[in-house]
DNA sequence: TGAATGATGTTT
DNA sequence: AACATCATTCAT
């Protein structure tokens, strides 16, 4: 059992926005961000990373949420184990963030897999996704690695947080 | 700075 | 059937 806090998502528009994956219609692969939120849509990129969002907007909209990090929190050993990082010493946090921050890290500590693309949040998926009431200060920015709409700050990152790209 | 790596969408 | 693209990471 291994989890963390969101601290950097980046969020991908229905309508205007040519670097969304619906930009240009529904197809096999971005199918799930076409139906109900709350939903996971999960695929690959650069043929070796699974990068996960959260469907957002209602069912044939097209929209969905990167998380593009987290902070590692309660036990990480599952995290460690999934990057195949060994069991980080308590005390020496000097390479936590590797573990999980970065859309593709996070992608890998989570151990997720083509499979799961569809699937709800919850006991189907074993993944869970909550509102634990943390509050923090939220930054906005431009997105990451994007080659169109790059002008547009749709990313949202935790700015206090040290677990950030 | 560039190689790795494969699913997907587009073009032939 | 073949090619270009890619919401990245890691080693050099």
Same mark, same amino acid.
């Given at each position: ?9 980046? @969020?991908?528009?229905?309508?205007? +926005?040519?670097? =969304? *994956? ?26 070796? *990373?699974?990068? %996960?969002? &959260?469907?957002?907007?209602?069912? =044939? ?13 309660? +036990? /990480? ?10 069991? %980080? ?16 890290? &996070?992608?890998? @500590? %989570? ?5 799961? +693309? ?5 006991? +189907?998926?074993?993944? *869970?996704?909550?509102?634990?009431? @943390? ?22 990152? @935790?700015?206090?947080?040290?677990? /950030?790209?």
């Amino acid at each position: 059992m291994g989890g963390g806090r969101l601290t950097e998502v980046e @969020a991908y528009l229905p309508i205007g +926005d040519p670097a =969304s *994956h619906s930009f240009r219609g529904e197809t096999r692969r971005n199918r799930s961000m076409f139906g109900p939120p709350g939903r996971m849509y999960v695929y690959v990129s650069y043929g070796i *990373h699974m990068l %996960l969002n &959260v469907v957002c907007d209602a069912e =044939s909209v097209g929209s969905a949420v990167l998380i593009r990090s987290f902070e590692p929190l309660g +036990d /990480v050993s599952m995290l460690c184990a999934n990057r195949g990082m060994s069991e %980080l010493r308590s005390g020496a946090t000097g390479k936590l963030e590797l573990l999980s921050c970065g859309p593709g890290r &996070v992608g890998q @500590a %989570l151990g997720l897999h083509l499979r799961l +693309d569809g699937l709800v949040f919850g006991s +189907d998926s074993g993944l *869970h996704l909550f509102d634990d009431g @943390a509050r923090p200060a939220v930054g906005r920015a431009v997105r990451i690695g994007i080659a169109k709409g790059g002008d547009m700050p749709l990313r949202y990152f @935790a700015s206090d947080s040290f677990f /950030v790209t």
